[in-house]
């Protein structure tokens, strides 16, 4: 497995057994019927509640029965679901990014013991509304909102683009809050078995289609008072979710590229054209030593910003260059692998072509590479390109 510069030499025990067994889970579990899952769009449900008893939603949180490990360790295990397929790293960022982050966060006590245990554990399913069908870079534009009805609120809006939601018990839903000064956002623990909560499936995707997507109508929902995240009002609450999750796109997407690059460097060595295998041609090894080293260069991007989690020097700021390169890096070299895999390569006997597709939302979602790059232009000028 790609490695070039050796950072592996450096893990800890607990951070080797954390890659080791998300890889022989995704290798022994997932690998095989991937591609099918990707043809019927479908996701492997069964497997909700095994990732939950192997520790992959939120692992790095502390308490609720999640073990705190170290940054890294939540890095490498992003890595190898997403080596995997984007879908199935997809469910495990939601889950415990979007999800348990911000009740550990933000929740009450209650909150914490009635959700962190079960979504840990796969035994209930999470989602994260914000993007609204007028509403995606600028989520702060949202229409959603809540009003006051005795003890509790009532909420009315719509979201889409809405990963799990059809299969969800839960939906953590940001809305405006009409009954403060200034609507400020708010976020709401919504079960989705309430009346007035529809999700309906998105069917037409081209991408990430080893994942549930859907949408979530709210049509009148009372929630009683303590459905709210008591403890952050603002954009904030959303964004600093993001920001979690942000992190984990910035290691998966390596794990996608790592699997186009084996994938293509497998090809190159048993496919023979010309009398011997395409591997001893120049242009193919440009390919390969290219496509190396920007998985390299990522990787090093990806450890550094492990290290100022750990330390709590991160900013999202380094999140989003992390984001921004990983993911372009990724979506840029699943194509040049595709095409060493010449018309095999279009096909879901190989990763290249799935990755890739897989990679266009990747690019797309919690941010996009262009809202990104305005991030990283407003902190490098101070000027802000993105207000009007
Ligand atoms: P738009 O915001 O309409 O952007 C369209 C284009 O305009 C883009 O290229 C964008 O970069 C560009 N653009 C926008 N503003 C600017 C600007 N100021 N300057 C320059 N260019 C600009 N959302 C959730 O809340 N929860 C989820 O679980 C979730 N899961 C998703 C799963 C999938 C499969 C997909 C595809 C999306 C998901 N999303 C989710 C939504 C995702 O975050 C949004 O699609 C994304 O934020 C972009 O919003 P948009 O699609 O409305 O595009």
């Known amino acids: ?4 510069v050796s950072l592996e030499d450096d893990l800890t025990q607990e951070e080797q057994l954390i890659r080791d067994t998300a890889r022989e889970f995704v290798d022994e579990r997932v690998r095989p019927e991937i591609g099918e899952h990707f043809e019927n769009g479908t996701f492997p449900t069964e497997l909700i509640s095994e990732m939950g008893e192997l520790g992959f939603y939120a692992p790095n949180l502390e308490g609720y ?9 939540y890095g490498l295990l992003m890595q190898e679901l997403e080596a995997c397929d984007s879908g199935l790293r997809s469910m495990a960022s939601v889950q415990g990014a979007l999800v348990m982050y911000p009740i550990h966060a933000y929740g009450s006590e209650t909150q914490k013991e009635e959700w962190l245990p079960k979504l840990g554990q796969g035994e209930a399913v999470g989602c994260f509304g914000l993007t609204e069908p007028e509403h995606g870079s600028n989520p702060s534009g949202m229409e959603t909102y809540a009003e006051r009805d005795g003890d509790g609120y ?4 719509s979201k889409t683009w809405i990963t799990n939601s059809p299969i969800a018990d839960v939906a953590i839903v940001w809305a405006r809050d009409r009954s403060s000064e200034d609507d400020p956002v708010r976020g709401f623990l919504v079960e989705t078995d309430r009346d007035g909560v529809s999700t309906n499936k998105i069917t037409e995707k081209l991408s990430l289609r080893a994942s549930i997507t859907g949408e979530i109508g709210l049509n009148d929902v009372s929630v009683p008072e303590e459905n709210v995240l008591p403890n952050v009002s603002g954009m904030k609450g959303p964004l600093s979710c993001l920001t979690q999750a942000r992190y984990g796109i910035a290691w998966g997407a390596v794990g996608a590229a790592r699997d186009c690059f084996e994938e293509a460097r497998q090809y190159a060595k048993d496919r023979e054209q010309f009398g011997g295998p395409i591997g001893r041609f120049q242009l193919q090894q440009e390919k390969l030593a290219e496509m190396a080293t920007q998985i390299t260069l990522a990787q090093l991007l990806a450890y550094r910003i492990a290290d100022l989690k750990e330390r709590g020097d991160l900013r999202p700021q380094h999140i989003s260059m992390a984001k921004r390169n990983n993911v372009r890096m990724a979506r840029d070299q699943s194509r040049v692998a595709r095409e060493m895999l010449g018309g095999n390569g279009i096909t879901t006997d190989y990763s290249p072509m799935r990755h890739m597709a897989n990679l266009e939302t990747v690019y797309t979602y919690e941010g996009t590479h262009d809202i990104h790059t305005l991030v990283l232009g407003h902190d490098l000028t101070g000027i802000p390109a993105y207000e009007q």
Not at 1 to 4: G, V
Not at 65 to 73: L, M, R
Not at 154 to 157: A, Q
């Open 1 to 4: 497995m790609l490695d070039f």
């Open 65 to 73: 029965g999640s073990p705190n490990v170290s940054e890294t360790a």
């Open 154 to 157: 009532v909420l009315n809006g």
